[in-house]
């Protein structure tokens, strides 16, 4: 609940804030914790007994530790509570804010870390001006009438649940929000029935969500129990937004809803919809960006040509911490950003994402998307999600899939009905002649990425059982 103040303390004080996913192991927060050399670590009372585990680790001692909640809390193994870091009132009073001028674009404001779907976490250095940059460029496109200069701001409420470890919960619920004067309510943790009731209870008008929220309201039928008239608009940004849920989403609900595309080494958002678009856009560059699509050869690529994103602009991190071979090998030395996202721009400037570089899938060199076919089966109404990734069979490439069914459909739909089903809307090379295995759950963080990393395991694993059972017949017929 007091995050946003710690954040806007710390960060306004031109010290450097840095989250945890509460969910990782404490192998995982010794890395960060050394990786980003913490001095003071502040942890929810749930949490303290890794907390001490990590800390001892990396030699951070006791006393640079505090339990952080929205209630006091008594000390606990020598962990006291955050209030005993905090000055006195009258220390308060005096408080003067460093002003920072062109110091802005090389003080470290933020080490966010990226989510880790490949390899471990990288520290991504985000400066003062970096941040300031991100959040006019999207109150510039998503706000174009607000006067942010004299007080003629928009009214909305605000339902916070986007994790704030994540830069999408740092730049909307607290910068963007504090900046634009929004009322915000916070949620502890996300509880789908919850977060229905919050919406009814406190009227709340905008929404910022991630697509696995998207799916849950249409498809669960908890949605139907709740009034949300009175949201006027939904923002979703994260992980791919398909123009088909985009909307059923907009449909049902009588919404205005439009999606972003961004990533953690552009501090949050770098290409935005203004409007609801339903041709599987993300939108346009944001305001003061370069962007251009370069080809495996490192050409520059046309319109309507697939290419990876390069950007350039006052949001583009300084780097990533500690690791400056990494910060080589993703930023050029004239400043293009190199994203790893494939993706198509038409001549209106509008930019659709395709896929990752490192996760498309090379069928008879042909490239698949993964994102394209999960887009796909959710539109199935058996599917309540799905991830795609690539399985080498005898040798060749060829997509498989991971499927989440909904409660009524187990037991009646079987993986070759998902497959057979697939083959009447894709191309050949599209059709999943890896398979299709039925999961509990599909893996993801808590931005609703997908965990690509996982789902490959879990493919390497399939290996032998699949090549097995087709006993060696050529996959070839079967396209």
Known sequence: MFVPVAYIGIVGNTRAFSA??????????VHQLKDSQAKALLVHPNMVKNAILAAEEVGLPKGSIFQFDDEYCEEVD??????MMLGS????????????GTESTTTLATVNY????????????????NLIANVLQSIACLWPRADIHHGQMVQERWLGFVPFYHAYGQMFTT??????????YIMKQFVFADYLQHIQDYKISHLQVVPPILVMMIKRPETARYNLKSVQGIFSAAAPLSSKLQSLVAEKFKVDIVQGWGMTEITCGGILQQERDDTDTVGQLLPNHECKLVDDEGNEVGYDTPG??????????MGYFNNEQATKDTITEDGWLKTGDIAIVDKRGFFQIVDRKKELIKVNALQVAPAELEAMLLEHNDIED??????????EEWPRAYVQLRDQAKGRVTPRDIQDWLVARKAKHKHLVGGVMFVDEVPKLASGKIQRKVVREWAKRDILAVEKELNGRSLHAKL
Request: with cysteine; aromatic share 8%.
């Open 20 to 29: 945890i996913n509460p969910v990782c192991t404490v192998n995982e927060v």
């Open 78 to 83: 020598g962990i006291k509570d955050w209030t």
């Open 89 to 100: 009132p009258q220390e308060a009073k005096t408080m003067q804010w460093k002003k920072l």
């Open 114 to 129: 990226s989510s880790g779907t490949t390899g471990l976490p990288k520290g991504v250095r985000i400066s003062h001006f």
């Open 175 to 184: 910068l963007i929000a504090l900046k634009m004067n929004f009322t915000v």
């Open 308 to 317: 990876e994103i390069y950007i350039r602009g006052p949001n583009i991190c």
């Open 386 to 395: 799905a991830a795609v990734t690539g399985i080498k069979l005898f040798d």
